[in-house]
C-alpha cells in the first residue's frame, strides 16, 4: 500500500471515529436530556400528588368541620327541645295540683259540716236509719278523697310543727311535754306532699 493510501486510509478511520464520537456524543446528550426530562416529570408528577393531598385535605377538613357544625346544632336543639319538654311536664303538672288543691279547698267545709253534724246527733238517735245512712255517705266522701291523695294531718299528741300546725292558743301544763299539740281546734288536711289547710290547734308549754 502506498504512503497517499495509507493516508486517505487513516483520514477515513479518523472521520469514522470522529462520526462514532459524534453519535455517541448524541446519543449521550439524548440519554441526559431524557433522563431529565423524565427527573423533571416526576419532580412535576410528586408536586401535583402533592398539590392534590392538600387540596384532598382541606376538602376532608371542611368536611369533617361541617359535620361537627351539624352535630353541635343537633345537639344544642335536642337539649332545648328535652328542657322544654321537662318545663312543659312540670307546668302542666303544677297546673294539676293548683286545680286540685282548688277543689279539695271548696269540699272541706263540707266534711267539716259533716262531723259537726254527726257530733251533735244524740246517743239514742245513732241507730236511726238516716243518720245511718249519712254516716255511710260521709265515710264514702272521706274514702274516695283519700284515694284521691287528700288525707287528714296527725295533730293531738304530736309535737307542733308550725309547717302543718297553726297554734292559736297555748297553756302552761306540767302534765303534758314541751310543744306537745293537746287539742285540734280545726282538722288540717293535705293533698299529697302540700298543705291544703293546716291544723288549728292548742299547744301545751
Excluded: W
Excluded at 483520514?11 to 464520537?21: D, R, S
Excluded at 254516716?135 to 299528741?157: C, N, R
Excluded at 293537746?182 to 299547744?203: C, P
Amino acid at each position: 500500500m502506498t504512503k497517499k493510501n495509507k493516508d486517505i486510509a487513516s483520514k477515513a478511520v479518523e472521520e469514522e471515529n470522529v462520526e462514532t464520537m459524534s453519535a455517541d456524543e448524541k446519543a449521550t446528550d439524548t440519554c441526559e436530556e431524557t433522563s431529565t426530562q423524565a427527573t423533571e416529570e416526576v419532580a412535576q408528577e410528586d408536586e401535583t400528588q402533592e398539590d392534590d393531598a392538600v387540596e384532598n385535605e382541606t376538602k376532608l377538613d371542611k368536611k369533617d368541620l361541617k359535620i361537627q357544625e351539624l352535630q353541635d346544632k343537633y345537639m344544642r336543639t335536642f337539649a332545648e327541645f328535652d328542657n322544654f319538654r321537662k318545663r312543659s311536664e312540670k307546668e302542666k303538672t303544677a297546673m294539676f295540683e293548683v286545680g286540685a288543691k282548688s277543689i279539695v279547698e271548696k269540699i272541706l267545709p263540707v266534711v267539716d259540716n259533716f262531723e259537726r253534724a254527726f257530733a251533735t246527733v244524740p246517743e239514742e238517735d245513732k241507730e236511726n236509719p238516716f243518720v245511718v245512712g249519712m254516716d255511710k255517705v260521709f265515710k264514702q266522701m272521706i274514702t274516695s278523697l283519700e284515694e284521691a291523695g287528700v288525707k287528714p294531718i296527725e295533730a293531738v299528741g304530736n309535737e307542733f310543727n308550725p309547717d302543718i300546725h297553726n297554734a292559736v292558743m297555748h297553756i302552761e301544763d306540767e302534765s303534758f311535754g314541751e310543744n306537745e299539740v293537746i287539742e285540734e281546734l280545726q282538722k288540717g288536711y293535705m293533698y299529697r306532699e302540700s298543705v291544703v289547710r293546716h291544723s288549728m290547734v292548742k299547744v301545751a308549754n
